[in-house]
């Protein structure tokens, strides 16, 4: 078993010793910039024989990536053709992409252990400040690899868990780019006349990140609307994901399961009703 040690540079990011003052100044840094832009960067945190692993676990497994080329709105819900024709709900965009789900990972991934560790529980938990946290329990997408070929788009659209990690395996030799707008719903507020300023092209509330192999990137995926994109040149573009909830029980709804994974399994239908926080998926 690849030990946390060979897949995180635990010299310049000690997760592993919270009573550090390495270890608290990160958290520190990491929280204070995911409070000012709604997701933050740690550069080299994985360390680059894992990064490699990764890479090949995902070159070796490309057969059993499920492929779609569809459209969706930022819900992954199905038309609603009882809402106005310039609601969010209703603008539906092209998406190519593929996704290595996680029930198609190597058992000795280092994507699985990664995402099995407490270690990196306590330590995304602390850096947003989110307790308790807990590892996603989607059974497809709690920590899939996102795999986009050149020619390849992922459009605006707000995730099903609340938080996601994510660690560039290979970058695109151009675009691939990940854009972002912070928060631009909440809990309590859908913000519908902005998120549809957002898919009609308003760049003002727009950040984008240039990441990396190695990097670590933390975000708020269900709050801070985002895409990727179009993968341009030669080189495909692989990200792992894993994802972390505030809520054990919630899984996605069978619709953006099926929309984005390819299938949706019991849990998902058994699931599907259970009352999670009122935002539209
Ligand atoms: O590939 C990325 O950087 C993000 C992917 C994404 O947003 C998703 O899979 O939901
Ligand atoms: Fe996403």
Redesign the pocket.
């Given at each position: 078993m690849t030990k946390l040690e060979n897949i995180i540079d635990l010299n310049a990011y000690p997760i592993h010793k919270i009573q550090s003052l390495k270890y608290k100044e990160l958290v520190n840094k990491t929280k204070k910039e995911l409070n000012r832009i709604g997701c933050c960067v740690i550069p080299n945190f994985i360390r680059e024989e894992s990064i490699n692993r990764m890479k090949q676990e995902a070159e070796r497994n490309l057969n059993k990536v499920h492929w779609t080329k569809d459209k969706h709105n930022p819900y992954f819900t199905k038309d609603d053709e009882t809402l106005p024709k310039d609601h969010p709900k209703r603008i539906f965009t092209v998406r190519e992409s593929g996704?290595l789900n996680s029930d198609d990972l190597e058992e000795d991934s280092d994507l699985n252990h990664l995402h099995y560790s407490d270690e990196m529980l306590k330590f995304v938990s602390d850096c947003l400040d989110v307790y308790p946290l807990y590892k996603w329990a989607d059974p497809l997408g709690k920590n899939?690899y996102?795999i986009?070929h050149p020619g390849h788009y992922?459009p605006w659209?707000f995730?099903g868990n609340e938080f996601?990690l994510?660690l560039l395996v290979q970058k695109a030799e151009k675009g691939g780019i990940?854009e972002y707008s912070p928060e631009l719903r909440s809990k309590d507020n859908e913000n519908y006349e902005n998120v549809t300023k957002v898919l009609r092209g308003d760049r003002n509330p727009v950040k984008s990140l240039d990441l990396d192999p190695g990097d670590l990137q933390i975000f708020k995926?269900r709050f801070s609307m985002?895409?990727?994109t179009k993968i341009e040149g030669n080189r495909s573009?692989y990200?792992a994901?894993p994802c972390y909830v505030k809520d054990p029980y919630r899984v996605n709804k069978p619709e953006h399961s099926k929309q984005?994974y390819g299938k949706a399994m019991p849990i998902h239908y058994e699931r599907e009703n259970i009352e999670v926080d009122g935002l539209s998926d």
């Open positions: 996704y899939p996102s986009m992922f659209h995730d996601t994510s990940f995926g985002h895409r990727v573009r990200i994901l984005v």
